[in-house]
């Protein structure tokens, strides 16, 4: 082993059947697997048949994260990303990210913890395999270089392909190396994904792919209301159908198992289920959005930000500016529905399932079968889009539940319609601002009160198991006893990106009002900054109307010692032709926003049609630090374009009596590809270090978007989705 720095060090070993193994261990000062640090791991495995595999520590989902990662590794390695073979972790200490604390993929952190190690330990495999040449050959190492999956003697030509040197190099010592910071020939460049051929021939296999022999399809019947538990079920008709094997009693509800999907779906709809619904049984969105209104204008919640004093600048000042911002629930939706395979037998659970959270899954089916987590192995697939939703475990908890009741393995399989009715949202937020000017039309004082609920303090205790060691479990039980309103308090994903406003401000007081109804919610796209950016930068705009000055330069004026947030600012102002008259019917907006370490901007032009809100361009920038592939993060920005007017112009989830008033793309709609505006997308690339793109470019849609239609129509729209009526 080399130490190579506090932040990484690198084991060399041999792979199994021979040939190099390289461990990549961010973060950690020790030895590889040693279970006092709980390290990070990911894999580099050259086998003397000459396959080079790269063990992908993060989950792909769409993000392009698989590309990104073998850029990183191909660059050092001398090899082309296309000659890399990958293989997804399993549920494994060692993968944990570094960031978070735990095995996971989300919060936009793949490419920044990814970022030193990879290109590291592709330089310490190179020069072992250098090394190794050079021993082969007895001659200096210098006289030998790395090219194209192979080590060239300079003098002669001669090659040895990197699978022949591969069991010489692994008995080696890694030798001290740094990767190169410039003159890269792979990262930077726009290479194509390693992907999209497996995607296309279908030998990526993805959840619902999997096939387990003699495995059932399950599908469950949940309580129509979230906390809500089963009383009783007949389900004398169901037995009667062909392909339907056991109705099952399962913690969540009832399970139809079948031969296929249709046969338990057509089954579970004749089954007969009574319900108690539990406390949320009155829950309505619409009484939920009066508490929100009724707390914000009291004095409870905690104070988060302070700087100045802002409410005894607001209560001196002649004129105050209030606004109420308003975002509802809203699902994930992701396009391939949740679904697990599970089989339990002699005393131990193995899981095929699109999850974010390999770990994450193992400790909670552990938990819910009492087994050893040690005693689950997750086989993690593709996953048909994530969003943050397949954080949560339910699905594979489910899946593993029902394959325990059947003695056998079993797909649990969600529609549309079990997806929308039945999963955890994005928490619905309502924000008040108050602010008053000073005499030269800056902001003087802002005064922000933030209600909505906190997703810490549900899935706190869940991530307990995960990241602690094994034997400290017993603390989640401690974890949980803190009580859901002192975690609440202390979340800041419910108010990020309020308290670390950009804006040159002298009183700025920011306050977090937890309002806990028992909706289950989790981490959505670009979490609380997906309404506080729709919040600040409405209110922003206010600011600039009240002033009389243009909203661009507003901006920039209070922007001058925030120079990365005016660089994409004046990026998509110069682009969309800010200074220039909008077309006749054309309404432009503007936002501004950081997040994900990452700092993003949109312009965009909307036009008014049939009494409806037609957004007709958008353009992007984004300062995300150095940039791994270009093409990838343009499309993430297209991909945040299309969500984040998804969720602006057209979604919420509501309740009413406690059930969920939507259930599919007809009531829940995306936008259609005839809905689809021009988008642009631009990079303000620097040698930062890489930082978040999943993410950012999603909270400046929705501001941008409302303060276009206040440009044309002189409305100001402060409630989402937005609409004229």
């Not at 919060?107 to 913890?113: L, P, R, V, W």
């Not at 002649?318 to 339990?344: D, F, G, K, R």
């Not at 009002?513 to 959505?524: A, N, Q, R």
């Amino acid at each position: 082993m080399n130490r190579l720095s506090r932040r990484g060090f690198i084991q060399a070993g041999l792979a199994v059947g021979g040939g190099l193994l390289l461990e990549i261990v961010p973060g950690v000062a020790g030895a590889a697997g040693s279970k006092a640090s709980f390290t990070p791991g990911a894999y580099l495995r050259i086998t003397a048949d000459d396959v080079i595999t790269l063990i992908l520590a993060r989950v792909e989902m769409g993000q392009g994260t698989s590309t990104m990662h073998a850029q990183l590794l191909a660059e050092e390695l001398e090899v082309s990303p296309s000659k890399l073979t990958l293989e997804f972790a399993g549920n494994d200490r060692r993968f944990d990210n570094p960031t978070l604390g735990f095995q996971i993929t989300g919060g936009s952190t793949s490419t920044t913890i990814s970022w030193g190690p990879y290109r590291q330990a592709g330089a310490t495999a190179r020069e072992m395999l250098i090394g190794a040449a050079a021993k082969t050959w007895g001659v200096p190492r210098g006289e030998c270089v790395a090219k194209d999956g192979a080590v060239v003697l300079t003098a002669t030509g001669q090659r040895l392909s990197y699978g022949a040197l591969a069991e010489t190099a692994a008995s080696m010592p890694a030798p001290p190396v740094k990767p190169r910071e410039k003159d890269f020939t792979v990262i930077g460049k726009p290479t194509p994904r390693v992907d999209s051929m497996l995607k296309v021939t279908g030998k990526a296999q993805f959840g619902l792919d999997v096939q387990v022999p003699g495995a059932k399809v399950a599908v469950l019947i949940r309580s129509p209301v979230p906390g809500g538990t089963l009383r009783s079920f007949d389900d004398t008709e169901a037995k009667k159908l062909s392909g339907v094997s056991q109705v099952v009693a399962v913690p969540r509800g009832v399970a139809v198992v079948g031969d296929t999907y249709f046969h338990a779906r057509r089954a579970a709809q004749v089954v007969k289920v009574e319900w108690d619904d539990g406390a949320l049984a009155k829950f309505d969105s619409k009484v939920l959005h009066d508490q929100h209104l009724e707390a914000l204008r009291g004095t409870g919640g905690r104070r988060v930000k302070n700087a100045g004093d802002a409410l005894d600048a607001l209560s001196r000042a002649v004129t105050v500016l209030e606004a109420e911002y308003s975002c509802p629930y809203l699902a994930h939706a992701t396009m391939e529905p949740q679904n697990a395979t599970a089989w339990v037998r002699d005393g131990k659970c193995e899981i095929w399932a699109p999850t974010q959270g390999p770990m994450l899954a193992a400790e909670q089916v552990a938990r819910a079968l009492d087994i050893p987590q040690s005693d689950v192995t997750v086989h993690q697939t593709w996953l048909g889009g994530g969003f943050g939703r397949r954080i949560a475990q339910d699905y594979v908890i489910e899946a593993a539940q029902v394959s325990k009741a059947i003695s056998g393995p079993v797909k649990v399989v969600w529609s549309r319609e079990d997806d929308l009715k039945h999963s955890p949202y994005r928490p619905a937020a309502t924000h008040r601002v108050r602010g008053t000017l000073d005499t030269s039309g800056k902001p003087l004082a802002w005064h922000h009160r933030v209600a909505t609920q906190s997703i810490v303090s549900q899935v706190l205790s869940d991530f307990a198991g995960a990241v602690l060691p094994a034997g400290l479990h017993f603390m989640r039980r401690a974890v949980a006893s803190m009580g859901q309103g002192a975690l609440a308090e202390r979340d800041d994903s419910s108010f990020e990106g309020v308290d670390s406003l950009p804006y040159e401000l002298p009183h700025l007081a920011v306050d977090f009002v937890p309002v806990e109804p028992g909706v289950p919610v989790m981490f959505w796209r670009s979490v609380g900054h997906s309404h506080t950016a729709f919040a600040t930068e409405s209110f922003i705009d206010e600011l600039a109307h009240a002033a009389k000055v243009d909203p661009v330069e507003y901006r920039r004026s209070l922007l001058m010692r925030q120079h990365r947030h005016r660089w994409v600012l004046e990026l998509v102002a110069e682009k969309i032709g800010w200074t220039t008259p909008a077309p006749e019917g054309v309404g432009r907006g503007v936002a501004v926003h950081k997040s994900f370490e990452s700092y993003a901007a949109a312009a965009v032009e909307v036009r008014i049609e049939d009494g409806a809100i037609a957004v007709k361009r958008v353009v992007m920038a984004i300062d995300c630090g150095r940039v791994v592939n270009p093409d990838i993060v343009k499309q993430q920005l297209e991909s945040a374009a299309i969500f984040g007017l998804s969720a602006a112009l057209k979604q919420r989830i509501t309740f009413e009596n406690g059930r969920v008033q939507q259930s599919n793309f007809h009531d829940f709609a995306p936008l259609r590809l005839n809905e689809v505006p021009r988008i642009e997308t631009y990079l303000r690339e620097n040698e930062a270090a890489p930082t978040g793109v999943g993410e950012p470019g999603l909270p400046v849609i929705a501001p941008a978007v409302a303060n276009a239609v206040f440009a044309l129509t002189g409305k100001r729209l402060r409630t989402l989705p937005l609409s004229l009526e």
